[in-house]
């Protein structure tokens, strides 16, 4: 059994941490008091950067450093909270957002203040209406002891929060999406640069940090910054939550030490694989990850060595498929995904992803050819790299590397037309 | 001025300096390198989506995208190499995956950048194996486009023109990724009156316009460059015909006019031309009916007439601002030379003066200008392109926009709007200008909110209609106390006709010659003339281009006029209202049908070539009134071609002496230039013309690309008048004045002040003038027309 203490996910299924009652009985709060009454948004800021948090939403930016971008000039600044969490294999931030929003407003505020915004955003995936509506009562709570609104705790600091719901674009995850869609435009990436740190939110400087990176902040403060630092590998430190997928006996959020074997996490948390099966792939880090194989077991999971590999521990969406999984199938499900979800502004993203899906599905069906298999094998030059934002970089990633793994098995199904595994296993991510 | 800092850089080897924050696809340019592009679109600002620009850049991890990436000091940029190339195949493919490849039949077959780009750079053949997939063929966007949705390659430069240039915001993508679609945002209609420009910049031919759709291939069309005359603008553009027929027109970009843009109304006027309301030969009226006849017999009945009248002293001209200057300064030569009179004018309009006297502006002014204001000018009705230089500075440079006028407009931007009643703009404006001479403050909330927004701007552009005199010279005293302050400024006057500041320039006005050139004994206004002519004072009228019984303020006062006048002469391009009258109409040739200069609202001279031939039996003003010269035995005066007159007005001009400031043009004595009380009780209301691009007569009202964009004649009331006089939208109402009535529709709503009634301008159907005195005034009670049964039930 896994020995790590959970830090964020304390408490998570033992009490009802959304009740702002239990949640102050077990020491909610206290940070933020501490931080109200006795610290500078200069002194929270430099303890964040010192421990080298490294944000959880997927691209693993140096939190205090993305602070550090804002311009002092004067101008008001934003901070937006992402929610929207859609990547297939990832549940970490829906959890978190209905178990113990309370942490999750803690956290928001201690950042807002250390980065001097008084106006906040949270962009909660539209699908999360349960966690909507208890994020919503816990505010409510929150508001009426102050821990947010006019002169919060006391003291000079104000900041207020906006609910804003998504409505079903995967795309609104990309931070300028958001952006877009809560100025009330179509949710699509924007040009880089200027970066949101620069124009933002209504042209302002503006910070969009993930749920869990917003949670840990809390943590930071409250323990230390060498507390946080010390957990794993020095370069990609602090306890991370993995969602785990697919073909294990106990699929669920964990929370981990980075850095541990992705094996320790299969067969530690996980409660290992079913009986009498093999690990055939796993993709670390979500649907825009590149698989790993039984001989990458010992890889550790975090942020440098799964890019060492060439793939990434990205929002942390652990998926396992073993040897009842068929990878065309798999493919198929992850290259619709993105055919589906691509926002259609990039001509390969947009095209080219909607190619691949056709042909994928079509091999899958017993239609393809090998020509399908020539193109599928090329087309990723001209699909990746190319696109204005890493959706379109996601597209070819898995399919690539199961294809170059497999290839009898996507060459099976144009010879006979069928997958050659008995009784397939779908995976659910 | 600070100086721009130059940057080195080499593409493809080659050095390169340029000013730093240049976009590499620019600096490429300067090379003569080609990057090819689809979404960018150098008036707009760069998006980067559609990846066909990507380019090799030394330590760069990625290729990056040219259109959007800046230079940098010692970048190294490859645009050739085999990387790129190879993105380029892969954009090219992608694109071509399920494209229709209609080219045999598309309008932008031999034009289109898909064909021209996969010629160059792309792979010979799709890979693609499965169907193509399908969306809607024939989208009716609006009333000027039809959208092929198969042949968008979603670069989304219309939707973006639409956004940023236009700010209309009506231009959307619809649906997502690879089902996107080029749509409006409530599903309506396409409708802006610079649709055709998407037309232009879609890179294939997805967007086309109904006007040209299937009608010509590119490489069968011959090219003229000219202007237009559509309004005083004066945007540059070309006319391609196809054996000797116009198909369209295009942008020719002069960035101190149009930017590159060209209004809908500019763009598709011209095939009226086409139409059995053009005139193709002369007209005589015998026994009451204006009959065919030849041209040498309507010469010589227009001369016998003409040269008795004018040797009584009792002819006059009205025209000139739909001709070109040459033609203009020919109808003047005619006019004082031949007839020997100086009855001629060119206002056959509310406007009294075409330019201002002194602080004359250029449009560009505009582009920087931190305070517009509006005195009476609608420019999207009467100078669009105009409009969107100042759409721009305000969204774009935060410019404030102040309109002030008797309602308010529908603008594209936002603006502060100040109801100010009809005459009485030049009542505020003086002292206004008094005020702030003296350093005193102004009375009344608005002025002192003006006087304000004067004091915080650097820049000051004020956009006049040129009626109310009083405005217009208090404008340049209000100016002149700016500049003195160390502010920049000036004034532009949106000319009613297309060419009628170049009319005014060469001497169509009864009290200057050429150049602005008093005259010792000044003729008759048109006011005077008509005046004249109703009281029997007048023998013989000719008028060249205008149309007085529509536009004439006093629509009663010229219709008598023309009815009473022994002999009216009238040469136009198809049957108007005026010509109805005539004894004798000249088929004049279009704009389209010869060459020569125009004036625009700046007083800027341009050229424009011939783009086709006149019908046979058409000829141009300068031609029907050299041989009426001829005929009064007077050929030196006068000769037709273009070259001969413009040389003959460039020495004219330099030789006149014009006063400083400018002698204004002569007024009419019944212009009453000060404040109208609006009547408190409300048993009567006040008239306010108002003009709309696609009004009028003449052309406009017969040319069939206009046709679906022609508006209804509206009586628009405030919404509490309407309550009053119990009348709802759309009820019919009739309005009555002393000297006549019209009927039509009501819209209800807040844009008319209280008290007043707006009435669509030059609407033949339904005539404002018949309201209207010779000041541009009038008051009319309201009768609403009796419901119908099944209205009621
Ligand atoms: C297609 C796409 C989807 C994304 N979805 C999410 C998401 O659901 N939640 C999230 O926090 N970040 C998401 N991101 C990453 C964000 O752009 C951004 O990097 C992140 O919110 C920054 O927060 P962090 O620094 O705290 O990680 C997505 C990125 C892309 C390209
Ligand atoms: S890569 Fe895809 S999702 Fe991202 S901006 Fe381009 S088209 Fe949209
Ligand atoms: S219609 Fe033309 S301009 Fe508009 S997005 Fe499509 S290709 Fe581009
Ligand atoms: S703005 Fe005026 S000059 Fe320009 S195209 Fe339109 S009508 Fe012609
Ligand atoms: S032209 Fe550069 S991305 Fe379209």
Not at chain 1, 230 to 256: A, D, L, T, W
Not at chain 2, 2 to 26: A, F, R, W
Not at chain 2, 525 to 542: H, I, Q, R, S, Y
Request: glycine residues 10%.
């Amino acid at each position: 059994m896994a020995t790590f203490e959970p830090v964020i996910m304390k408490g998570i299924g033992e009490s009802d941490l959304a009740d702002i009652d239990v949640y102050e009985r077990g020491g909610g709060f206290s940070v933020l008091r501490k931080v109200m009454s006795d610290m500078t948004p200069d002194a929270v800021a430099a303890v964040v950067t010192e421990s080298n948090l490294r944000g959880r939403g997927g691209a693993g930016f140096p939190t205090g450093r993305k602070w550090s971008f804002l311009p002092k000039d004067g101008r008001p600044r934003y901070l937006v909270c992402n929610c929207d969490e859609a990547e297939p294999g990832t549940f970490k931030d829906r959890m978190l957002l209905e178990k113990t929003p309370l942490q999750l407003i803690e956290g928001l505020v201690i950042s807002a203040y250390a980065m001097g915004a008084k106006q906040a955003y949270i962009y909660i995936r539209g699908e999360f209406l349960e966690g909507s509506r208890i994020f919503r009562r816990a505010l409510a709570a929150a508001q009426s002891r102050n821990y947010l609104g006019d002169r919060i705790l006391g003291s000079d600091f104000s900041l207020d929060l906006v609910v804003h719901r998504g409505a079903g674009a995967y795309i609104c995850g990309e931070e300028t999406a958001q952006l877009e869609s809560i100025e009330g435009r179509r949710g699509e990436p924007r040009l880089k640069p200027p970066f949101p740190a620069v124009a933002g939110l209504y042209g302002m400087p503006t910070v969009v940090n993930n749920v869990e990176t917003l949670c840990y902040v809390k943590h930071i403060i409250e323990r230390g910054a060498q507390w946080f630092a010390k957990i794993g590998p020095e370069k990609s430190p602090g306890p991370k939550i993995m969602s785990v997928s697919g073909h294990v006996r106990q699929p669920g959020n964990y929370e981990i030490p980075l850095g541990i074997p992705a094996r320790e996490l299969i067969d530690e948390y996980a409660g290992g694989l079913l009986p009498g099966r093999k690990l055939k792939a796993f993709q670390p880090g979500g649907a825009s990850s590149a698989a790993l194989f039984e001989e990458d077991l010992d890889v550790g999971i975090d942020f440098d060595s799964l890019a060492a590999k060439r793939t990434m521990l990205g929002s942390g969406g652990f998926v396992v498929m073993d040897d009842t999984a068929c990878m065309v199938n798999c493919a198929r499900t992850l290259t619709r995904f993105f055919e589906h979800e691509s926002c259609g502004q990039c001509t390969p993203c947009r095209e080219g992803g909607q190619w691949v899906a056709r042909m994928v599905a079509r091999l899958e069906a017993g239609e393809g050819s090998q020509e399908d298999l020539r193109v599928l094998n090329v087309i990723n030059n001209t699909i990746t790299g190319t696109n204005l934002c890493p959706l379109g970089d996601s597209i070819m990633p898995f399919l690539s590397s199961v294809l170059k793994r497999f290839p009898d098995e996507f060459a099976a199904h144009v010879a006979h037309g069928a997958c050659p595994i008995k009784d397939v296993t779908a995976v659910v991510a | 001025m600070s100086e721009t800092k130059m940057v080195k850089l080499l593409i493809d080897g080659q050095e390169v300096t340029v000013p730093d924050g240049t976009l590499v696809v620019e600096a490429a340019k300067q090379l003569g390198t080609q990057i090819p592009v689809y979404c960018y679109h150098p008036k707009m600002d760069p998006v980067g989506l559609c990846r066909i620009c990507l380019v090799e850049i030394e330590k760069a991890p990625k290729l990056q995208i040219a259109c959007s990436t800046r230079v940098t000091e010692g970048m190294v940029v490859r645009t050739m190499s085999p990387k790129v190339a190879e993105a380029r195949r892969g954009v090219l493919e992608f694109l071509l995956l399920n494209h229709p490849l209609d080219c045999p039949i598309c309008d932008k077959g031999g034009e289109c950048d898909l064909q021209d780009f996969t010629m160059e750079y792309g792979p010979g053949a799709s890979r693609l194996t499965e169907p193509k997939l399908h969306k809607p063929k024939r989208v009716d966007l609006g009333p000027t486009i039809v959208l092929d949705e198969e042949r968008c390659i979603l670069c989304r430069r219309c939707t973006r023109f639409d956004n940023e240039i236009a700010q209309e915001r009506n231009l959307v993508v619809v649906e997502r990724g690879h089902n996107s679609l080029i749509g409006t945002i409530d599903g309506g209609d396409y409708e802006s009156y610079f649709s055709g420009n998407t037309t232009e910049i879609c890179p294939v031919g997805a967007l086309t316009s109904k006007a040209y759709r299937f009608r010509a291939r590119p490489w069968d069309l011959s090219h003229a460059d000219s202007v237009c005359t559509q309004c005083s603008v004066g945007c540059n553009y070309r006319v391609d015909a196809r054996f000797g027929n116009i198909m369209r027109t295009f942008t020719r970009e002069n960035s101190d006019v149009d930017g590159g843009w060209i209004c809908d109304r500019g763009r598709y006027t011209f095939n009226y031309l086409y139409e059995p309301a053009r005139l193709r030969e002369p007209l005589v009226r015998r026994d009451g009916d204006l009959e065919r006849a030849s041209f040498a017999e309507a010469v010589a009945l227009t001369a016998e007439k003409l040269g008795a009248a004018a040797a009584a002293g009792r002819a006059g001209v009205i025209g000139g601002g739909r001709l070109s200057d040459e033609e203009a300064f020919a109808l003047q030569l005619f006019a004082r030379k031949v007839l020997g009179t100086n009855n001629i004018d060119h206002r056959a309009r509310l406007q009294r003066y075409a330019s201002p006297a002194r602080f004359g502006a250029r449009l560009r002014d505009l582009d920087d200008a931190d305070l517009i204001l509006m005195f009476g000018a609608i420019t999207p009705e009467q100078a669009p392109i105009l409009d969107l230089r100042i759409r721009r500075a305000v969204a774009r440079n935060a410019a404030h926009l102040v309109f002030v006028g008797p309602f308010k407009p529908d603008l594209a931007v936002p603006f502060h709007y100040v109801e100010y009643a009809t005459g009485a703009i030049g009542d505020l404006m003086e002292a206004l200008a008094d005020a702030l001479k003296r350093g005193a403050q102004p009375q009344g909330a608005f002025a002192i909110d003006l006087a304000r927004n004067l004091n915080e701007a650097s820049k000051i552009v004020a956009v006049h209609n040129g009626r109310n005199p009083v405005a217009a010279s208090a404008l340049e005293q209000l100016i002149e106390t700016l500049l003195a302050v160390g502010k920049r400024g000036g004034i532009l006057v949106v000319g009613s006709q297309g060419n009628a500041r170049g009319a005014e320039a060469v001497g169509c006005v009864p009290n200057l010659g050429p150049g602005y050139a008093p005259l010792a004994n000044a003729g008759m206004t048109t006011a005077e003339m008509l005046t004249a002519a109703a009281n029997g004072k007048l023998d013989a009228l000719f008028i060249a281009g205008a149309n007085p019984a529509l536009t004439f303020p006093d629509g009663a006062l010229a219709r008598k006029a023309l009815e009473s006048v022994p002999f009216l002469a009238v040469a136009e391009q198809v049957m108007t209202e005026t010509a109805a009258y005539a004894n004798v109409v000249f088929a004049a040739a279009s704009q389209f049908e010869k060459r020569g200069h125009v004036t625009n609202l700046e007083g800027r001279r341009q050229a424009f070539a011939q783009a086709v031939e006149a019908p046979i039996y058409v000829a141009t003003d300068a031609a029907i009134v050299s041989a009426l010269a001829s005929a009064l035995n007077k050929p030196d005066v006068l000769d037709d071609d273009p070259d001969w007159l413009f040389s003959r007005l460039q020495a004219v001009e330099q030789a006149a002496k014009p006063a400083e400031p400018l002698a204004r043009p002569k007024l009419d004595p019944s212009v009453t230039a000060h404040g109208d009380n609006l009547d408190a009780q409300r048993k009567t209301f006040t008239v306010v013309p108002v003009p709309k691009l696609y009004a009028g007569g003449g052309p406009s009202l017969h040319d069939p690309g206009l046709a679906p964009m022609r508006p209804q004649a509206r009586a628009s009331f405030h919404e509490d008048d309407a309550l009053l006089l119990g009348i709802a939208q759309d009820r019919v109402v009739t309005l009555t004045g002393p000297n006549g009535s019209i009927t039509v529709a009501a819209n209800v709503g807040t844009s008319a002040a209280v008290g007043t009634v707006l009435v669509t301008a030059d609407m033949p159907e339904a005539p404002v003038n018949r309201l209207l005195d010779a000041s541009g005034r009038g008051r009319v009670t309201v009768t609403p027309a009796p419901l119908r049964k099944e209205a009621l039930a």
